[in-house]
């Protein structure tokens, strides 16, 4: 897919323009992207938003027309726009694949080559990666508070904008949901849809049972029927089991019956208990109205006897303490051969210098440890190593003796060429799943999870001690 290249701040067409007059635009340069606190206030993040990304890098060139509005802002000068026209991303991306478990001060993707082409991505990769990653962490708490259950997603309607419900869809299958609402997300990344009937369907017929009668002779094999429009438990579920056994006569099943208000701990209870009683114990009971972790949590938790749980606004929108958006930045980390950082009065602020390496360590059970930021190239970290806490140096311990580490990233793309297809999003999907099995259980917790480790070497350590130092000295 094609993004427009303006879709980006205007700084970063000016300092590109200014780069290129102070004769520094070719200068090799390195940028990570990554977020400082893990969203929803939880124990992880699920990385999503790699494939848009790549597309966009891949695609990324200025049309005519682009550099004609440009030259209408009157900012630019003609020796500016003339670059444009041959400008292309030929660098270098390293990421981890998606739908890895990752954590905040850790590089998601490491972008290089010229500071031109480098810093001119940043507003493009921030808003390709911040949102879906956001979406596909949210998904996830979701599936995990839903047990066996089905999660569906349908925010479309309260999603932000077009393409913010196709974001939305995609991300969400990346952290675990199985099916959407969405027709066109279902269409471009080959979802399955899902779906039932608003409560307008039931109020356009003179009473309820003639509006269930109708929707099931229209969709005999993929009925489910919405019964809490007037009474959830003595208009509604009366009326389904009557249609129900009609369909059974004629020589169908009904599908299910969602219920989109009230307690639904209870009334599922309820529906469960009489729909076995009356012999349809394949009924299925989806359940909607503002889910999210919390609520479905408490549903399970009350014996709630819900199978396809059906959530928008809350994972559409990213709702919940902690969420609203990921705080995802891009910092230059190298540039012309030198390590370069920011640094503030906040330790836990400062960036981290130089090209880095973000390996895992692993028990010997496959469960993951903890992870260690490394010097790229010159940089090895094994077992038993010493190792210490970005924020707090004086904080130190030692790895243990049996773990094995391995960078979870790669080289994904290469002279702004990607160097693999895309993945499905049932592998991607699978791969999250995996992912969170493998966390320490704390990390899943909703309150006060537990805080995965992630660690410098003694090398990157002393690296960013001494530029600390350094920079003090030169800027006092």
């Known amino acids: 897919m094609r993004y427009s290249p303006l879709l980006t701040d205007l700084y970063q067409l000016t300092m590109l323009a200014g780069y290129l007059e102070e004769g520094m635009a070719s200068q090799a ?69 998606e739908g890895t478990v990752v954590f905040a001060n850790t590089p998601l993707l490491t972008v290089e080559g010229s500071l031109a082409e480098a810093q001119f991505v940043e507003s493009a990769l921030l808003n390709l990666i911040n949102f879906p990653t956001l979406i596909a962490t949210k998904a996830a708490r979701i599936v995990h508070a839903a047990g066996s259950g089905m999660v569906l997603e349908f925010g479309l309607r309260r999603a932000q904008g077009p393409d913010g419900g196709l974001s939305v869809a995609r991300a969400a299958c990346v952290g675990g949901v199985t099916s959407t609402s969405n027709v066109e997300a279902g269409r471009q990344f080959g979802l399955p849809v899902r779906g039932t009937h608003a409560h307008s369907w039931v109020m356009a017929f003179d009473n309820e049972l003639s509006a269930f009668r109708a929707y099931a002779k229209a969709f005999p094999d993929h009925c489910i029927l919405l019964i809490d429009t007037y009474d959830t438990l003595n208009s509604g579920l009366v009326n389904a089991l009557t249609v129900a056994a009609e369909m059974r006569a004629a020589g169908h099943e009904l599908f299910g019956v969602r219920i989109d208000s009230g307690d639904l701990a209870w009334l599922s209870q309820e529906v469960r208990r009489r729909f076995d009683a009356a012999g349809f114990t ?42 609203g958006a990921l705080g995802g930045v891009y910092k230059l980390v190298d540039c012309a051969g030198r390590p370069r950082m920011k640094i503030t009065g906040d330790l836990a602020k400062a960036t981290l210098p130089g090209r880095k390496r973000l390996l895992r360590a692993v028990a010997a059970d496959g469960g993951y440890l903890q992870d260690v930021l490394a010097i790229a190239e010159t940089d090895p970290v094994a077992g038993g190593a010493t190792v210490y806490d970005p924020t707090n140096p004086l904080q130190h311990k030692m790895l243990p003796v049996d773990a094995r580490l391995h960078d979870i990233r790669d080289v994904v793309m290469e002279n702004g060429v990607r160097l693999r297809g ?15 099995t493998r966390l320490p259980q704390g990390c899943l917790r909703f309150i006060n999870p537990h805080r995965y480790k992630v660690s410098l070497s003694a090398d990157l350590n002393a690296l960013r001690n001494h530029l600390i130092d350094e920079l003090t000295q030169e800027n006092r």
């Open 29 to 97: 340069a390195s940028f990570d992207l990554f977020f400082r606190s893990n969203p929803f206030d939880g124990g992880y993040a699920v990385f999503a938003g790699l494939e848009p990304a790549l597309d966009y890098l891949e695609n990324l060139q200025f049309a005519e027309a682009d550099i004609a509005h440009l030259a209408t802002l009157d900012i630019f000068k003609p020796a500016f726009l003339d670059f444009l026209v041959d400008f292309r991303f030929r660098g270098r991306v390293i990421a981890p694949p």
């Open 282 to 323: 394949e009924v299925r009971i989806v359940a909607s109205n503002d889910l999210d972790e919390y609520v479905i949590s408490s549903i399970r938790d009350e014996g709630g006897r819900i199978d396809i749980y059906g959530v928008g606004t809350r994972l559409a929108t990213a709702a919940g303490r902690g969420g």
């Open 422 to 436: 895309p993945e499905s999003l049932t592998k991607i999907a699978a791969r999250s799943r995996l992912e969170l």
